[in-house]
């Protein structure tokens, strides 16, 4: 099951790919409110359903600043009865975005978090990129952050994220390299101004 519970960003969000997801055998759970008026912080009723249903995996996708994580605050006596062992609080940090660019920002970042969300983190994701402009030279720029951040932390980089672009035109050697486990990024969201090619007059 994957839980679409971000209220923060109206562009990127599980929710829209219903169709996809269930072709891959996956059920989503997506407010309809959510999904058509963005700026109101409304959860499905069948969110409860995660905690009592029979799933392989349910994965809760939020907002990765504190107004996000607060959507998972209100399940906090839920999350409680979830066998430490089987929960996994994963904070994903992309070094290209303003406020997780630094060591600072990502501690700060990570303490509201784990606030909003009445959870404590158990792992770091490095999802350092720039789109499609994303190169081998980012990803271990944004490790050397990351890195530092979760040390201090007492964290695991438990992760890295890279797109299968960059995967199949990369060196093995250069990816390997990376910490925590691989994650293959295939982009299905693609924003309506990207295909757009401006026409200047003659």
Known sequence: MLVDLDIVNPFFRSGYHKELLERENVRLVASRYTLEAADVPVVAPAVASAFDGDYDS???DVGGNPVGATALGQYNHR???????????????????????????????????????????????????????TEISHLTEGE?????????????????????RLLENSPA?????????????????????????PSFPT
């Open 58 to 60: 349910v994965v809760f």
């Open 79 to 133: 999350f409680r009865q979830v066998p430490p062992e089987k929960l996994k609080v994963l904070f994903i940090v992309n070094t290209f975005r303003p406020l997780t660019a630094s060591v600072p920002d990502i501690l700060e970042m990570l303490g509201k978090v784990e606030l909003s969300s009445r959870l404590k983190v158990t792992g770091i994701i490095n999802n350092a990129n720039l789109a499609a402009l």
């Open 144 to 164: 050397r952050i990351v890195e530092e951040a979760a040390e201090r932390a007492g964290l695991p980089i438990s992760h890295h994220c890279v797109s299968r």
């Open 173 to 197: 050697s250069a990816l390997d390299a990376l910490a925590g486990e691989r994650v293959v990024l295939e982009i299905y969201t693609k924003l309506d101004w990207e295909d757009y090619r």
